[in-house]
């Protein structure tokens, strides 16, 4: 699903003057229906990496395969493009509008797509059903729990029946039980629709719970493997505190 072969980034802060290597090079791959952790201390370069696989940003450097297609050099409507027919994001905010119905922010990413209006909110009950969610759909974000408002995040990922979900500190804004419910649903997800799913994360727990834990350090990908050995040495440690 994902191959990355020496990918950087660079920023030219203060009008070029300050250089910010983000991403040095890094190399790595993502297995169909995979799921994979991306863990490190801020700054690190997990989130410029989670841009770069979501087709929000290009590469300065290297290549970037998403499903065997070069992607590295597409304009912003191509890559818009890949988004919607391939991608579908979880943030850590919700990012819910707080005026529209659950159903009506599922429904949000079919506005830019190819579905028939018509279809939008039977496509969106079925998201909303996929998430514990089914007959929530009139009910406001206000009216919901903190880990039935990130349901209906991962709803509204999942509408557009992406191949690909990249996730940012999905749990970040829950309490540790809803925590664990929330990773529980992105784990039977995985399992049941064959989703690739990419979580960046600071936290251990979740990290643990994936099937392979990437440690990244100053734009580097330093440690590759199975979530206890890599979260158990050293650089693992350090890297997901």
């Known amino acids: 699903m994902i191959e990355t072969r020496d990918l950087r980034k660079t920023y030219h802060l203060d009008h070029g003057e300050v250089i910010v290597e983000a991403l040095r090079g890094v190399s790595c791959r993502v297995a169909d229906g995979e799921l994979v952790a991306i863990v490190g201390a801020s700054g690190s370069g997990k989130s410029t990496l989670l841009n770069l696989l979501g087709c929000l940003d290009r590469p300065s450097a290297g290549q970037y395969l998403l499903g065997g297609r070069d992607v590295s050099r597409l304009d912003g409507d191509e890559r818009a493009a890949i988004r919607n027919a391939w991608i579908g994001f979880i943030f850590q905010s919700f990012n819910l509008l707080p005026r529209m119905s659950a159903r009506e922010n599922v429904e949000l990413p079919l506005v830019y797509g190819d579905v028939p209006r018509r279809e939008h909110e039977r496509r969106a009950e079925e998201a909303l059903a996929a998430v514990g969610l089914a007959g929530a759909g009139d009910r406001l974000p206000?009216?919901?729990?903190?880990?039935?408002?990130?349901?209906?995040?991962?709803?509204?990922?999942?509408?557009?029946?992406?191949?690909?979900?990249?996730?940012?500190?999905?749990?970040?804004?829950?309490?540790?039980?809803?925590?664990r419910d929330v990773m529980a649903l992105l784990r039977q997800l995985n399992a049941t629709q064959q989703l690739t799913l990419v979580v960046v994360t600071h936290d251990p727990e979740v990290a643990r719970q994936t099937d392979r834990v990437l440690v990244m350090r100053d734009g580097l990908v330093v440690a590759d493997g199975p979530p206890a050995h890599v979260l158990a040495s050293t650089a693992g440690v350090e890297a997901a505190s």
């Open 142 to 179: 206000t009216q919901l729990s903190g880990g039935q408002q990130q349901r209906v995040a991962i709803a509204r990922a999942l509408v557009n029946r992406p191949r690909l979900l990249l996730a940012d500190e999905p749990t970040g804004n829950l309490d540790s039980g809803t925590s």
